[in-house]
């Protein structure tokens, strides 16, 4: 029996449909930028606040999950409301959460607010995929996922390095008013180009749960949210492990997390055409990467050059990481995007609250580097994971 899946629709096949994309991707960059603003803002905002370090880095494991939960439910909840509207609003949610932390008097404010981003961000990110679907033809749907993922990679520059920059100059305050007006300008872009976009996906929870029936879906989950629990448990507290290395300093750590960025937005556009020639190279590869200069930084002993092999290294090899997530989650549910967009999302979004969790206590109670050591290990275990499973099913 199927009741999972509506008859297909075609393709937008007007000019807005490139220019939908876009938007999506512009979208994507403001929520996501707006997640890890907190891991360059550390210092600032927990001086401010009269907290720990490790304390403020759960306000990017408050936003994680809710968002895990938003990616998840929001899709299935609301089977037949206009996905155009749905993501204006949550486009608009990001604009009120910014707002919302750039007064917060109090880390429980502060908390509330990255709850709302959560859902924002979890909800966007899960129908970006079917949205997009519906924008561009089929052929050209992995570089359409890219271009949106693009908005992932120059968001990883904004976040860490300007934000840094950027705190130092204003206060961490200002900087979380200026993500609100990213917000509102991707806001106006998505207005004037998203069409009417009916869900593609019929049944609600029905076809939730009959995705999730798939043992193989399940294992590749598992293997992504490992990828990801490893990179976040060393990306959320980079500053940290960056600034206990010797003869670093603030302008120092600003040029290496530029370059991380940098190296993101070149893994991110190589991503999509080696996810669609050899996916199985993909999940192999970019993790990998992720993972030795992960590792490679913690072991550099303050030598310059290495240090900006590994941070490139390590952005580069995370810039393919989303991408080619969602392409194997597309390839194994084509019929079931949204659904599996849900999945994915949570997937990611248990990772990073996992991956601050942990890291945050590593930080606390081991030494600075320790998130990156555990980080590493995790991540290259997802993609043995990852790839095993394309062999076995080859």
Same mark, same amino acid.
């Given at each position: 029996?199927?009741?999972?899946?509506?008859?297909?629709?075609?393709?937008?096949?007007?000019?807005?449909?490139?220019?939908?994309?876009?938007?999506?991707?512009?979208?994507?960059?403001?929520?996501?930028?707006?997640?890890?603003?907190?891991?360059?803002?550390?210092?600032?905002?927990?001086?401010?606040?009269?907290?720990?370090?490790?304390?403020?880095?759960?306000?990017?494991?408050?936003?994680?999950?809710?968002?895990?939960?938003?990616?998840?439910?929001?899709?299935?909840?609301?089977?037949?409301?206009?996905?155009?509207?749905?993501?204006?609003?949550?486009?608009?949610?990001?604009?009120?959460s910014n707002l919302l932390v750039a007064?917060?008097?109090?880390?429980?404010?502060?908390?509330?607010?990255?709850?709302?981003?959560?859902?924002?961000?979890?909800?966007?990110?899960?129908?970006?995929?079917?949205?997009?679907?519906?924008?561009?033809?089929?052929?050209?749907?992995?570089?359409?996922?890219?271009?949106?993922?693009?908005?992932?990679?120059?968001?990883?520059?904004?976040?860490?390095?300007?934000?840094?920059?950027?705190?130092?100059?204003?206060?961490?305050?200002?900087?979380?008013?200026?993500?609100?007006?990213?917000?509102?300008?991707?806001?106006?872009?998505?207005?004037?180009?998203?069409?009417?976009?009916?869900?593609?996906?019929?049944?609600?929870?029905?076809?939730?749960?009959?995705?999730?029936?798939?043992?193989?879906?399940?294992?590749?989950?598992?293997?992504?949210?490992?990828?990801?629990?490893?990179?976040?448990?060393?990306?959320?507290?980079?500053?940290?492990?960056?600034?206990?290395?010797?003869? =670093?300093? /603030?302008?120092? &750590?600003? +040029?290496? !997390?530029?370059?991380? #960025?940098?190296?993101? %937005?070149?893994? $991110? *556009?190589?991503?999509?055409?080696?996810?669609?020639?050899?996916?199985?190279?993909?999940?192999?590869?970019?993790?990998?990467?992720?993972?030795?200069?992960?590792?490679?930084?913690?072991?550099?002993?303050?030598? =310059?050059? /290495?240090?900006? &092999?590994? +941070?490139? !290294?390590?952005?580069? #090899?995370?810039?393919? %990481?989303?991408? $080619? *997530?969602?392409?194997?989650?597309?390839?194994?549910?084509?019929?079931?995007?949204?659904?599996?967009?849900?999945?994915?999302?949570?997937?990611?979004?248990?990772?990073?609250?996992?991956?601050?969790?942990?890291?945050?206590?590593?930080?606390?109670?081991?030494?600075?580097?320790?998130?990156?050591?555990?980080?590493?290990?995790?991540?290259? *275990?997802?993609?043995l994971l990852l790839t095993s499973l394309?062999?076995?099913?080859?």
């Amino acid at each position: 029996m199927n009741t999972t899946t509506a008859p297909p629709q075609k393709p937008a096949t007007h000019r807005h449909g490139w220019a939908g994309v876009v938007s999506l991707s512009l979208g994507v960059f403001a929520l996501v930028m707006a997640e890890f603003l907190p891991a360059s803002l550390l210092p600032y905002i927990a001086d401010d606040l009269g907290v720990t370090p490790g304390a403020t880095g759960q306000a990017v494991t408050m936003t994680a999950v809710t968002a895990g939960f938003a990616g998840l439910l929001l899709p299935v909840a609301l089977p037949r409301f206009d996905r155009r509207h749905l993501m204006l609003v949550l486009t608009a949610g990001a604009i009120v959460s910014n707002l919302l932390v750039a007064v917060a008097p109090h880390l429980g404010v502060l908390l509330a607010a990255r709850a709302l981003l959560g859902v924002a961000l979890g909800g966007f990110w899960a129908l970006a995929i079917a949205v997009t679907a519906h924008l561009v033809p089929r052929d050209h749907l992995g570089r359409a996922v890219t271009v949106v993922n693009s908005g992932v990679a120059l968001a990883t520059i904004a976040a860490v390095p300007l934000g840094t920059w950027l705190g130092e100059l204003w206060g961490w305050r200002p900087v979380f008013l200026a993500a609100a007006t990213v917000a509102t300008l991707a806001l106006v872009v998505q207005a004037a180009t998203l069409p009417t976009i009916a869900s593609r996906t019929a049944g609600g929870l029905r076809a939730l749960r009959s995705t999730m029936r798939s043992g193989f879906l399940l294992a590749g989950l598992l293997a992504i949210l490992l990828i990801a629990a490893g990179q976040f448990t060393g990306y959320t507290y980079i500053r940290p492990a960056i600034e206990s290395l010797p003869a =670093i300093d /603030a302008g120092g &750590i600003a +040029v290496l !997390l530029l370059i991380y #960025g940098i190296a993101n %937005v070149i893994g $991110t *556009a190589l991503s999509g055409i080696l996810a669609d020639r050899a996916l199985r190279i993909a999940t192999l590869v970019f993790p990998a990467a992720l993972g030795a200069g992960m590792l490679a930084l913690t072991f550099t002993a303050g030598s =310059i050059p /290495a240090l900006v &092999i590994s +941070v490139a !290294l390590w952005g580069f #090899g995370f810039g393919g %990481v989303p991408t $080619t *997530a969602q392409t194997w989650g597309a390839r194994v549910e084509p019929q079931r995007l949204e659904p599996v967009g849900g999945l994915i999302v949570t997937a990611f979004q248990i990772a990073i609250a996992l991956g601050a969790v942990v890291g945050g206590l590593l930080l606390d109670n081991i030494a600075p580097t320790s998130p990156l050591i555990a980080g590493s290990i995790v991540t290259i *275990a997802g993609a043995l994971l990852l790839t095993s499973l394309r062999r076995r099913r080859g």
